[in-house]
């Protein structure tokens, strides 16, 4: 019996320190949210689902979680009923991800949850392009910044970046100078893998003056990672 009371006091324990994420969407069209749980963990119970035009959906998350969020678009079935999308799909053949992270580029929202000091670290990344604006905002009773990329990087995005859609008029991603061009200089690897010696390209710039609270390149923490007390929760909004 005693150890019945200390399991249930445990599952107690833990339920009260989850955090509870809510994904909102304010584009003027259906997106599909997707998850991916870090460092070799458990999925969440939902790595992806639709999301329509106004509507919002909330997700538990477990104290100590790290992963990241993004949004799909442009998404369709094929005869065969394979599911994918023209930017940031994530390849699964299924609404949900399953495990697989989104194929640049995807703009990012990055969470580590109880992390150094029982503190929450979180931040926006155009490190692997972009595709959607968003904005990670914390919910009411957590006194913590918010930050964003609420602008269309798209509508600014150099031709030799741009991923067009399918009737090759407007363009729906906007590739990282890696992604695009894949040397080390771009990509922050080999002679420039440091923060000395990888240093942002104009492409990143473009992205920094675009999004000036979001990452640009690996290197840029100093002006992108945003820290909170940990509990509570976050809202994240596509389309701010």
């Known amino acids: 019996m005693e150890a019945l009371k200390l399991f249930f006091l445990a599952l107690f324990v833990s339920g ?3 955090v509870t994420f809510t994904i909102k969407n304010k584009c003027p069209y259906t997106i599909w949210p997707a ?3 870090g460092g070799g963990k458990p ?4 790595t992806g689902f639709e999301l329509a035009k106004g509507a919002s959906q909330s997700i538990d998350v477990p104290a100590g979680w790290s992963g990241r969020f993004w949004a799909r678009a442009w998404c369709s079935k094929d005869a065969a009923g394979k599911f994918s999308c023209r930017v940031a799909d994530c390849a699964s053949g299924q609404v949900g991800c399953n495990g697989a992270g989104a194929i640049p580029p995807a703009t990012l929202a990055e969470f580590t949850l109880n ?3 029982g503190q929450d670290f979180y931040d926006v990344s155009l490190v692997d392009g972009f595709n959607l604006p968003v904005a990670i905002t914390p919910q009411p009773g957590k006194n913590c910044p918010a930050t964003a990329c609420p602008v269309d990087v798209n509508a600014k995005c150099p031709r030799g970046l741009s991923i067009k ?8 991603g906007c590739k990282s100078a890696c992604l695009a061009f894949n040397t080390p200089e771009f990509c922050c690897s080999g002679n420039f893998a440091t923060p000395q010696t990888c240093k ?3 492409y990143a710039k473009l992205f920094k003056r675009s999004c000036p609270q979001a990452y640009s390149y690996a290197y840029d923490d100093t002006s992108s990672t945003f820290i909170c007390g940990a509990g509570g929760g976050y809202d994240i909004t596509f389309c701010p």
């Open 16 to 18: 009260a320190h989850s």
């Open 165 to 172: 859609n399918a009737d090759g008029r407007g363009t729906i």
């Open 43 to 46: 999925q969440l119970s939902t």
């Open 115 to 117: 992390g150094h000091g």
């Open 200 to 202: 942002p390209s104009k």
């Open 35 to 37: 998850t991916l749980t």
